[in-house]
């Protein structure tokens, strides 16, 4: 897997920073507070869970974090650069430059091959075709997929098409890799080898945030943060950022 530009943590800026954030959607005559005034800031390098009953934010603040949506008041700087108040346009170019996502339901193209999902965010990057094709084969490899780049979704186990569907998140290069329920769809086994899987990248130097229900695989994360209502209920607290990677990856 690759490694992002890792510099020394202690002072810098944080990747995320989130500030008094709420959202507020309108649901025909009655409005849902979904976020009411979370405020937090992620330091480049950490893997952090948000934990949470179903309803209580998680998702909406993870969308959020990841430039899928706008905030109805408060302030997201990711970078250093506010991403508050920006058109959908705007947000999509930040987005495929600095997050790679992964969803509980994988979101794969069914009709196409591995191979054809995991480059597809290089096509809007408008990386040239044979380019996108090695850069994708070398992705699935490291996800452990590379004797099945020719194979459809469907052809696949659930922790397959999560392992493709993580490989499609780094392919960008992304900052920043949130996933929602990444193993909410898996069997014990499977979901073990894909928690695994974002340990891994972790400690390769990527900002991890895994968004679960699950209070134990939470503990996969060095730090949680609750929320509850819409409301950040507690934080264990900025982790250490694990050692320098080494300069030379497989
Ligand atoms: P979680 O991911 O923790 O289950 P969500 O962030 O998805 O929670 O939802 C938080 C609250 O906002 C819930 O009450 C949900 O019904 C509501 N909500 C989420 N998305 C929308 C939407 N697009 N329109 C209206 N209400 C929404
Ligand atoms: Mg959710």
């Known amino acids: 897997m690759q490694t992002p530009s890792h510099k020394p943590v202690t002072n810098e800026p944080p990747l995320i920073l989130v500030r008094d954030v709420t959202k507020i959607y309108r649901m025909g005559e009655t409005w849902v507070h979904a976020l009411r005034g979370v405020s937090l800031s992620i330091q480049q390098g950490e893997f952090v869970a948000i934990i949470g009953q179903s309803g ?11 430039c899928l949506d706008t905030p109805s008041s408060g302030e997201v700087l990711i970078g250093g650069v506010d991403v508050s108040h920006r058109s959908q346009k705007e947000l999509a170019i930040i987005r495929n430059r600095t997050v790679g996502f992964v969803f509980q339901t994988f979101n794969l193209l069914s ?20 380019k996108r094709r090695r850069m994708a084969r070398e992705m699935l490899g490291r996800v452990g997929l590379g004797d099945r780049q020719h194979h459809r979704p469907n052809q696949l186990s659930g922790g397959q098409c999560q392992r ?3 490989a499609r998140a780094l392919i960008n290069r992304p900052n920043l ?9 898996l069997d014990t086994e499977s979901g073990t080898s894909i928690l695994e899987l974002l340990e891994e990248l972790h400690e390769r130097g990527h900002t991890l ?27 264990t607290g900025r982790s250490h950022p694990p050692p320098l990677p080494t300069p030379e990856h497989p």
């Open 56 to 66: 209580s934010g998680k998702s909406t603040l993870m969308h959020i974090i990841g």
């Open 209 to 235: 945030v895994l968004v679960t229900h699950d209070t134990q695989i939470a503990q996969a994360a060095q730090r949680q943060i609750r929320i509850r209502d819409g409301q950040l209920v507690s934080d």
């Open 177 to 185: 890799i949130l996933a929602d329920e990444p193993t909410g769809n």
């Open 164 to 166: 493709a569907a993580i």
């Open 111 to 130: 009709r196409v091959n591995l191979l054809r999902n995991t480059e597809f965010p290089l096509m809007y990057a408008g990386v040239p075709r044979r």
